[in-house]
């Protein structure tokens, strides 16, 4: 590990952008938890200086008073309250568009200057720079969505803008890994081609659980008057049946196959809680078949890693449901789902071979 000394200083650069990025992800969530991100109606510059004094204030109130979450949800909300709900979206654009574009840009140029660089590390931070940028465009046009005629953002857009944050977080760990790691393995050792299968399977599968943890977290199920009703993480709060059956009859309410699986509040929930198991399943397939090899320390870590943090997600996915999605349970399940995709990352790139060294 970090036999790569001539890049010590990129590999802290890296691993602190990454630090970053999962902070804009909680902040992210705290925003959609406490139903903060519509309070922002422009994405112009807003993001990198709050309003000023109470003239401001009460400008950016009175955007927000004619947006349809105001008139349909919040309508009896006074500026104090308004005030915190915007503090939580302004901190979450202001670490994106802020800190964590001033790191990167500031940290390439600064290797740059220096020539600490090759010409693959060059292409690699340029390609992380047009993600970022791609990202914060994805995240106006997802709040876009909320500030027209229903009161909420697509759960397509939040669970794309979610994903695409981990997009960046997850290259950025892999270029980060691959300068720790200068060879992860011996080539020969036969439990890379015999184990990356059933890995890259499971990274499959925690996705679609966490794009469906996304649309748990933001569809609204809406009357025809365009009001909102409920979300999928307010309904059916028992486990292991829903209610009182295993699988409740409004799962297959909606018309079409497709309307039960993304537009049904009750069929989004049925999918999100059974994948958990598909998750459970293939790590213990993953562990199990682990035993037979004679596996390295950084590959027996992630291993173990990945049985206490399938754990601690799996029971934090139940409390959360069974307690409707308090604000710190909401928190720490979204977290437990972004360290279980990072652990996934770690370990397809420890069980990844023939690896060219990036020096």
């Known amino acids: 590990m970090f036999k790569n ?38 994405w112009g510059v807003m993001g990198t200086l709050p309003p000023l004094n109470e ?15 105001f008139n349909e949800v919040n309508y009896e909300m006074n500026i104090e309250q308004f005030k915190s709900i ?11 568009r802020t800190i964590l574009s001033g790191v990167f840009i500031l940290g390439f140029l600064y290797f740059f200057i220096r020539k600490k660089l090759n010409q693959k590390l060059k292409k690699r931070f340029i390609f992380l720079f047009f993600l970022g940028a791609f990202q914060g465009v994805i995240g106006g046009w997802m709040v876009a969505s909320g500030l027209n ?3 909420a953002v697509s759960h397509y857009r939040l669970a794309l803008h979610l994903m695409s944050a981990f997009t960046v977080f997850a290259f950025t760990f892999w270029f980060a890994l691959d300068l720790i790691f200068e060879n992860p393995n011996d080539s020969k050792n036969s439990s890379n081609s015999k184990l990356k299968p059933w890995l890259v399977t ?5 996705i679609i659980q966490i794009i469906f943890g996304a649309f748990t977290a933001g569809f609204v199920e809406l009357s025809n008057e365009n009001k909102p009703l409920f979300r999928p993480g307010q309904i059916f709060n028992t486990w292991p049946k829903m209610g009182e059956n295993w699988v409740a009859d409004q799962v297959f ?6 309307e039960n699986c993304f537009e049904n509040a009750s069929g989004i929930q049925f999918i999100h809680r059974t994948f958990a198991f598909f998750v459970v399943a293939l790590v213990i397939v993953v562990w199990s078949k682990s ?21 601690i997600q799996f029971l ?26 990072v652990i996934c990352i770690f370990l397809l790139h420890q069980f990844s071979y023939n690896k060219k060294n990036i020096s």
Do not use: D
């Not at 996915?317 to 069974?322: A, M, V």
């Not at 349970?329 to 437990?336: A, D």
């Open 86 to 96: 915007f503090w939580w979206e302004w901190t979450h654009r202001f670490i994106g």
């Open 253 to 258: 309410s909606k018309s079409s196959f497709f």
């Open 55 to 69: 003239n401001q204030w009460q400008e950016v109130f009175s955007k927000y008073q004619q947006t349809p979450e």
């Open 149 to 151: 005629k229903i009161p």
């Open 316 to 341: 934090l996915g139940i409390f959360t449901l069974i307690y409707q999605v308090p604000l710190i349970l909401g928190v720490l399940h979204q977290t437990g789902a972004f360290f279980l995709f």
């Open 202 to 206: 499971l990274f499959v599968v925690v």
């Open 5 to 42: 000394n001539q890049y010590r200083a990129v590999i802290f650069w890296l691993l602190s952008g990454c630090f970053i990025i999962y902070l804009m992800i909680v902040v992210g969530c705290l925003t959609r938890l406490t139903h903060s991100g519509l309070s922002i109606t422009e």
């Open 291 to 311: 035993n037979k090899f004679n596996l390295s320390k950084p590959q027996y870590n992630g291993i173990t890693l990945l049985i206490y943090g399938i754990t």
